[in-house]
């Protein structure tokens, strides 16, 4: 079964602050990992996936697959990264997207 | 523009009163799904398609309907709604091969209000 854990709804740093949103995840198979986030009063959107290896908005995440997470993070925060974000995984071949519950980050000033 | 729309975006209906929300995407995508959110419980699954007449229970199906006739198009229905189906709900479209398979692209989302 898939399964993904963000241990903390919420999460608040100040501004210029390192910040790291946790994910771990429990799958049998090779997962495919990504973090959405939700801007309030927008829709969801993606901001990264594993495979791509990409930094989005100063946002990294690496797959550890020894402690099966996919932590996000970014060395300096900034009040416009205040949002609600949430992990993700999909099993390698199927579509079946499962999202963790969510952290709530709020960058105070 | 690509997008995903939904319609409507806020409904408040009564108990038992048959409602359809409806959802389009123009990217031509294969995959689609159904999430509601609540809070302290995030995102859950109701039912996705892979294609056209090919459905699927997510997580939470029960008290929910889909139908997938035409690529485009993943209505949600309730047949009757109940207090406990009030929720955001957002519909998503997905494709299912290539490098961006698996990127899901999200409505506006629906507030459903059942009194």
């Known amino acids: 079964a898939q399964r993904v854990t963000q241990p903390e709804k919420l999460l608040s740093v100040f501004k210029g602050a390192p910040v790291e949103l946790k994910c771990n995840y429990s799958?049998?198979?090779?997962?495919?990992l990504f973090w959405y986030v939700q801007y309030s009063r927008q829709r969801l959107q993606l901001l990264l996936r594993h495979i791509s290896r990409e930094s989005i908005k100063g946002f990294t995440a690496d797959l550890n697959k020894g402690e099966t997470s996919f932590h996000l993070k970014k060395p300096f925060a900034q009040e416009e990264d205040s949002a609600m974000y949430y992990c993700?995984?999909?099993?390698?071949?199927?579509?079946?997207?499962?999202f963790g519950q969510g952290t709530r980050l709020t960058i105070n000033p | 523009e690509a997008q995903v729309t939904q319609n409507p975006r806020y409904l408040i209906t009564v108990t038992g009163k048959k409602l359809t929300v409806t959802c389009s995407q123009n990217?031509?995508?294969?995959?689609m799904s159904w999430y509601r959110q609540d809070p302290g419980l995030g995102l859950r699954q109701i039912y996705y398609?892979?294609?056209?007449?090919?459905?699927d229970k997510g997580d939470v199906p029960e008290g929910y309907k889909v139908s997938r006739k035409e690529k485009r198009n993943f209505p949600l229905i309730l047949e009757s709604p109940s207090p406990n189906q009030t929720s955001l709900y957002f519909c998503?479209?997905?494709?299912?091969?290539?490098?961006?398979?698996?990127?899901?692209?999200f409505g506006p989302g629906t507030r459903l209000t059942v009194t």
């Open positions: 993700a995984l999909s099993g390698q071949g199927a579509q079946k997207l499962v």
């Open positions: 799958y049998s198979g090779s997962p495919e």
């Open positions: 998503a479209s997905s494709l299912l091969s290539g490098s961006k398979r698996g990127e899901q692209y």
């Open positions: 398609s892979m294609n056209v007449e090919v459905t």
């Open positions: 990217m031509n995508h294969e995959y």
